[in-house]
Nanobody, 121 residues
Framework: HVQLVESGGGSVQAGGSLRLSCQAS?????MGWFRQRPGAERVGVAH??????TYADSVKGRFTMSRDFAKNILYLQMDGLQPEDTAMYYC????????????????????WGQGTQVTVS
């Protein structure tokens, strides 16, 4: 059983930075970040595990996902934010490490946080 709580969202000007945090309880396996704009489907931002992470092309070089296993927290460092990054950001996890290499889209992740809004202007 895994529970996730995101934090760190907010409003920022273009070019600014935010760091999102996902506090996990339980023992999540692989984890990832997704985002969703109104009227659009939820899409992957970054997924995988330290040190190997797969990023969406749109955020490569700007976003960095990391995981603190001791604190059971997943982070998303977001630099060079742009208006198109505006979305609700969600943390997601699987319950185990099995099938993680194939876990790349939202339907592959059973556990989700409540989301945190990021608005870039």
């Amino acid at each position: 059983h895994v529970q996730l709580v995101e934090s760190g969202g907010g409003s920022v000007q273009a070019g600014g930075s935010l760091r999102l945090s996902c506090q996990a309880s339980g023992k999540p396996g692989c984890m990832g970040w997704f985002r969703q704009r109104p009227g659009a489907e939820r899409v992957g931002v970054a997924h995988g595990d330290n040190p190997t992470t797969t990023y969406a092309d749109s955020v490569k070089g700007r976003f960095t996902m990391s995981r603190d296993f001791a604190k059971n927290i997943l982070y998303l460092q977001m630099d060079g934010l742009q208006p198109e990054d505006t979305a609700m950001y969600y943390c997601a996890a699987r319950a185990s490490w099995a099938l993680c290499p194939r876990s790349v889209q939202s339907t592959d992740f059973p556990f989700w946080g409540q989301g945190t809004q990021v608005t870039v202007s």
